[in-house]
């Protein structure tokens, strides 16, 4: 009977704390606390300390399905392409911050091709291009549904996301944007 309650007790003193990294949470990021062990002397302490002193985070990896996301595990994106997603893959650097979260590392080099920055050559106008297929061009970042369709293809090739005379951000009328735009659409 000692030994049922010996195995069951450290089986649950090992479930406690692993509990939080199963759950996906991490002591400093989360609040969580993994749990004290009672007795420090027993044998099932001393296995149960040593096992959790080796377990190490997952590395951080570049994912989503155009390499625009830094995570510590897969995540499953639409297949959009925006014109921002090369800056990451030429510039981003993918890796856990001081509080343990992985994320792109904020560097001139990525700030600067993103549009955030003093990009060389002069300042940027405040305009970004946003929505889920970048197909908008707004002052700040819009939220829009996902869906795809051939016209948002003519603004990242031949769109120009700029203010225009009255300060308004919008796509700059151009003649190959609006050729692309009518024969996309099938007008």
């Known amino acids: ?10 089986a649950f003193t090992l479930l406690l704390l692993c509990a939080p990294l199963l759950a996906g949470a991490n002591a400093a990021g ?3 606390e993994v749990p004290a062990i009672e007795d420090e002397g027993s044998a099932s302490a001393g296995v149960v300390s040593a096992a959790a002193g080796r377990i190490k985070p997952r590395p951080c990896m570049v994912t989503g399905c155009s390499g625009q996301i830094c995570a510590s595990e897969p995540v499953y994106t639409t297949c959009e392409w925006r014109e921002e997603y090369a800056c990451y893959g ?19 080099e990525l700030e600067a091709c993103l549009g ?15 929505g889920c297929s970048g197909q908008i061009c707004a002052s700040e ?3 829009t549904t996902c869906e795809w369709r051939e016209e948002y293809a003519c603004y ?13 951000c919008g796509w700059r009328d151009t003649p190959e944007l609006d050729a692309c735009l009518e024969s996309a659409s099938g007008i």
Do not use: N, Q, Y
Not at 1 to 10: A, D, E, I, P, Y
Not at 99 to 108: L, N
């Open 1 to 10: 009977m000692k030994l049922f309650t010996t195995r069951h007790g450290f």
């Open 30 to 32: 989360r609040g969580h």
């Open 90 to 108: 030429e510039h981003g650097i993918c890796e856990r911050d001081a509080s343990g979260r992985c994320g792109w590392r904020e560097t001139s």
């Open 116 to 130: 955030g920055g003093e990009a060389p050559g002069g300042p940027s106008d405040g305009c970004v291009v946003t």
């Open 141 to 143: 970042p819009v939220i």
């Open 156 to 168: 990242g090739k031949l769109g120009v996301c700029e203010r225009d005379a009255s300060g308004a």
